[in-house]
């Protein structure tokens, strides 16, 4: 029997164990430097992943400013919304799948969400201003 496990899957469980272990770690890294002073594909793994949850706060935060914004439109805004986080994840599991075999598959989905988080960019700022 075989069990496929989404990338996404795999991701957490990796980070929480690695959580687990590094918990008294002090060179633990945080925000875009931890990019450049990444010393292993576990620390990547781990600093996309966490960059990526913050692209994701800030990403809400203008979701929150939408649905205020335009509360008439906050229903479809949200459903274009959920589209694209469903055209994220499916990317992001392409991304990670392409990888192959390597270890740097490891990084390749979270830093894959972490970069469509961060370029995403809301139209609708432009077209209903």
Do not use: F
């Not at 990338?7 to 875009?32: C, E, F, M, Q, Y």
């Not at 809400?60 to 649905?67: T, W």
């Not at 459903?79 to 390597?102: F, I, N, P």
């Amino acid at each position: 029997m075989q069990i496929d496990l989404k990338p996404r899957t795999i991701v957490i469980v990796l980070l929480l164990v690695l959580n687990l272990s590094a918990s008294g770690d002090s060179n633990s890294k945080t925000g875009i430097n931890c990019i450049s002073t990444a010393s292993s594909t576990i620390s990547l793994m781990s600093c996309y992943a966490e960059l990526s949850e913050l692209e994701d706060v800030k990403l809400q935060k203008k979701l929150n400013n939408l649905y205020q914004g335009y509360p008439k439109l906050s229903n479809k805004i949200n459903q274009s919304y959920q589209h694209w986080l469903d055209y994220r994840e499916s990317h992001c599991s392409l991304v990670y799948d392409a990888w192959g075999d390597g270890s740097a598959k490891q990084y390749a989905y979270p830093k894959c969400l972490y970069e469509m988080a961060k370029d995403w960019k809301n139209p609708m700022y432009i077209n209903y201003k």
